[in-house]
C-alpha cells in the first residue's frame, strides 16, 4: 500500500477522507495532523480522534498543529455547524493526541517510513509550510503532496479564492514550491463528485457504525457544497475526493501548469493564478525573472469512477 499522512481540519468532507483513507487496501494511513480552519484546532484534533474510532482505526497517530495562520488571525469555514462536523453530536474520543506537535509528528513518519510518504492537505497548508522551512530535508522522503485547495475558476471564500488557500496564502505559496511533485485537487473537480441521495440513504442505513458515519457525514454536504441543485440528500465527497486520487489516479486528469498565489492584500488574495495559456510548458518565467511553480492541476474528474471506489471502500 501507499504510505500517506493526511494533514486535515476536520470537518465533515476531512472526515469523509478519514473514513475513505483508513478503509481503502491499497493506503497506509500512518499518521494524522490537525490544523485550524474548518473549526479550532482543540475541535479539530477532538473531532479527527472520534472519527478515526469510528471507522476503526483507534491507534493511527494524531497531533495538534498550528491554531492560526503564519500571518493572519484565525478565521473559521461556518459552513461545518458549530463543532466543525456538522452538529452530529459525536461522541467524545477516548484518547487524547500525541504528545508532540504536527511539525515534529510529520518529520519522525515521513523520514521513519521506510518508502516515500504522499501527503495529502485537506485544510489551510500552515503545518505543511511550517514543516517544509523548518524541516525542508523532509523532501527526501516525500514521493509528492496531493492537497485539496485552490480553483481554477471560481472561488467559495471569496469570488475568485478556494478556503483552504485563503485562510493561509503565505502558506499555500510555501507548499507551492516546494521542489517536490505537487498535485492540485481543486474546487473545479472537487464541487463535482457526489453521492446520490439513495446511495446516502443507504449508507445511513447501515449497522456499521464506519459506514453510517459516512452517510451522516454526506448528509451533511448539501448542494452548495457539491451537491446537484434540486438533488436534496446528495452528498458531495469535498475533501475525500483528494484521497480518491491518490487511491486511484487514473480517474483524475492533470495537466502540469504554472500556479502562483496572490498574496496582495485586496479582493484576488488567496486566489490560486492558474496559467492555461498554451506556450511552453516547462520552465516558465516571470517577467522579473523568476520561476513559477508547475503544478498538475486538477482538470476533470471521472464521476462515477470515484463515486463507486467510495462506497465500495467505505462499506468493506
Ligand atoms: C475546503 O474548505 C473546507 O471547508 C473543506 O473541508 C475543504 O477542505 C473547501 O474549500
Ligand atoms: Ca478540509
Not at 30 to 49: H, I, K, P, Q
Not at 51 to 80: N, Y
Request: aromatic share 2%; with cysteine.
Amino acid at each position: 500500500p501507499v504510505p500517506v499522512i493526511i494533514d486535515c481540519d476536520t470537518g465533515v468532507d476531512d472526515a469523509l477522507a478519514l473514513l475513505f483513507a483508513v478503509r481503502h487496501p491499497g493506503l497506509d494511513l500512518r499518521a494524522v495532523t490537525c490544523v485550524a480552519g474548518n473549526t479550532d484546532v482543540d475541535g479539530v484534533v477532538r473531532n479527527t480522534l472520534t472519527v478515526l474510532e469510528r471507522a476503526g482505526a483507534p491507534a493511527v497517530p494524531v497531533a495538534r498543529g498550528a491554531g492560526r495562520p503564519l500571518i493572519e488571525p484565525a478565521r473559521r469555514a461556518p459552513v461545518h455547524g458549530a463543532d466543525g462536523m456538522g452538529d452530529l453530536g459525536l461522541p467524545a474520543p477516548a484518547r487524547g493526541p500525541a504528545d508532540v506537535d504536527a511539525v515534529t509528528l510529520l518529520r519522525r513518519e515521513i523520514l521513519a517510513c521506510p518508502r516515500p510518504v504522499t501527503l495529502i492537505p485537506t485544510a489551510p497548508l500552515t503545518n505543511i509550510a511550517l514543516l517544509l522551512r523548518t524541516h525542508p530535508e523532509v523532501t527526501r522522503n516525500i514521493e509528492r503532496i496531493v492537497f485539496m485547495g485552490g480553483a481554477v475558476t471560481t472561488g467559495n471564500a471569496t469570488p475568485v479564492a478556494e478556503f483552504n488557500v485563503w485562510h493561509d496564502p503565505e502558506a499555500a505559496a510555501v507548499l507551492l514550491t516546494a521542489g517536490v511533485p505537487i498535485t492540485m485537487y481543486g474546487l473545479d473537480v472537487f464541487r463535482r463528485v457526489v453521492v446520490p441521495g439513495a446511495e446516502v440513504r443507504r449508507l445511513r442505513a447501515s449497522d456499521e457504525p464506519g459506514t453510517r458515519l459516512a452517510g451522516e457525514l454526506l448528509a451533511c454536504r448539501p448542494a452548495r457544497q457539491g451537491g446537484e441543485p434540486g438533488a436534496e440528500d446528495a452528498g458531495g465527497l469535498g475533501d475525500a475526493g483528494a484521497v480518491c486520487a491518490v487511491a486511484d489516479p487514473a480517474g483524475l486528469t492533470t495537466r502540469l501548469l504554472p500556479v502562483e498565489v496572490c498574496l496582495a492584500p485586496g479582493p484576488a488574495r488567496g486566489q490560486t493564478v492558474v496559467d492555461l495559456r498554451p506556450g511552453p510548458g516547462e520552465a516558465e518565467f516571470h517577467d522579473d525573472g523568476s520561476e513559477r511553480a508547475l503544478v498538475n492541476v486538477a482538470l476533470d474528474v471521472d464521476v462515477d469512477r470515484y463515486v463507486r471506489l467510495y462506497l465500495e471502500t467505505v462499506e468493506r
